[in-house]
């Protein structure tokens, strides 16, 4: 069983209580009244006991323990309210038929938050799937301009699953969505968006990232990867063979070092050549002998790989890992995105 994080749980909810009584102290009747709209202090000052509560429960590891079984509730379920205490299998049958709606609508939300339909890069095939683990989950794929008009792609990778991680991952699609149209370089974004990321309370655990900007004329990718899954160069050889070349990291990812700096990588794509980003999900797969699909594995099926396009490419190693992992559940989001550069 998956115990809570007690005290990081405790921190974040005093925090919270801190700045609520900050902002009693420090504003100003009226201004207070209007924020409160309708509603007198006092429901503030409930609202404050109810952190007081949840502190001294997280500090004595009291929280989220089930009324009905004595046990701790997910923790997830707990991420997305302290106040939780009922198992998920114990709720009612209106209750979970209510938490499956606002399920639902997060995921449909989540879906509407990726890119609907791929672009149109002349010189370049592409294709994408992604798939969380749960309802929702913390991949993201996104298709961006960087300043000049080049194209962009844009892998991540929000440590964690469920609803705070894609909430995380929201925040970071539409911070993209921002900065990448004026910067110049895959490593200006990610030192900015470090700047931003990196202490903020909700990042639990780090984000790892991989933005690559694509010259449509003479096939030069320069990328900056901050702690990803190497992305993977498949060149054909002369020989009819293929090389299968990483992309390592040029930084750490966000959210996991100080003062992080970010390298930029630069790779030629020849025409027919491939590049192929993908998260945890591919290499994590685990089979019922709990072996991780893992990168050699990956690296593999992309060598002897005899297929054409890059949507045949996603649907043959999806279907390889679904053959590794036999009938077991993926444990984590999957996303793979190709990109193949065109033959003249």
């Known amino acids: 069983m998956e115990l809570p994080n007690f005290g990081r749980f405790a921190e974040v909810l005093k925090e919270q209580q801190d700045n609520v009584v900050g902002w009693l102290r420090n504003t100003p009747r009226e201004k207070r009244a209007v924020r409160l709209g309708d509603r007198?202090?006092?429901?503030?000052?409930?609202?404050?006991?109810?952190?007081?509560?949840?502190?001294?429960?997280?500090?004595?590891?009291?929280?989220?323990?089930?009324?009905?079984?004595?046990?701790?509730?997910?923790?997830?379920?707990?991420?997305?309210?302290?106040?939780?205490?009922?198992c998920l299998e114990h709720l009612t049958g209106e209750e979970r038929s209510r938490l499956e709606a606002e399920l639902e609508l997060s995921q449909k939300v989540q879906k509407a938050l990726l890119p609907q339909s791929l672009p149109d890069i002349p010189g370049w095939e592409l294709a994408a799937f992604s798939q969380p683990a749960s309802i929702v989950g913390g991949d993201y794929f996104d298709f961006l301009r960087f300043r000049d008009g080049a194209p962009g792609l844009v892998i991540a990778d929000v440590m964690g699953k469920g609803m705070p991680a894609s909430m995380l991952m929201a925040s970071l699609q539409a911070y993209l969505r921002v900065i990448v149209p004026e910067s110049d370089s895959p490593g200006q974004v990610l030192v900015r968006a470090n700047l931003l990321f990196h202490h903020n309370i909700q990042l639990?655990?780090?984000?790892?990232?991989?933005?690559?900007?694509?010259?449509?004329?003479?096939?030069?990718?320069?990328?900056?990867?901050?702690?990803?899954?190497?992305?993977?160069v498949v060149r054909r050889k002369t020989n009819g063979t293929r090389e299968v070349i990483p992309l390592p990291p040029t930084g750490?990812?966000?959210?996991?070092?100080?003062?992080?700096?970010?390298?930029?990588?630069?790779?030629?794509?020849?025409?027919?050549?491939?590049?192929?980003?993908?998260?945890?999900?591919?290499?994590?797969?685990?089979?019922?002998?709990?072996?991780?699909?893992?990168?050699?594995r990956l690296r593999t099926f992309l060598a002897d790989y005899s297929g054409g396009s890059p949507a045949e490419v996603i649907r043959d190693l999806r279907g390889n890992v679904k053959q590794f992992v036999s009938d077991q559940p993926l444990s984590d989001d999957t996303t793979i995105l190709v990109c193949r550069r065109s033959w003249k």
Not at 206 to 231: K, M, R
Not at 277 to 284: A, L
């Open 40 to 86: 007198p202090e006092e429901a503030v000052n409930e609202h404050l006991r109810v952190l007081e509560q949840g502190i001294r429960k997280a500090e004595s590891k009291e929280l989220g323990v089930c009324t009905v079984c004595n046990e701790y509730v997910e923790p997830h379920w707990l991420e997305t309210n302290f106040t939780n205490c009922v």
């Open 204 to 232: 639990t655990k780090f984000v790892s990232l991989v933005i690559a900007q694509l010259d449509q004329v003479t096939g030069t990718v320069v990328y900056a990867n901050a702690g990803h899954n190497p992305p993977f």
């Open 252 to 296: 750490a990812a966000i959210g996991l070092v100080e003062n992080a700096s970010f390298q930029i990588g630069t790779v030629h794509i020849a025409h027919g050549d491939m590049l192929v980003f993908y998260t945890d999900g591919i290499v994590e797969a685990t089979n019922p002998a709990k072996e991780e699909f893992g990168e050699a």
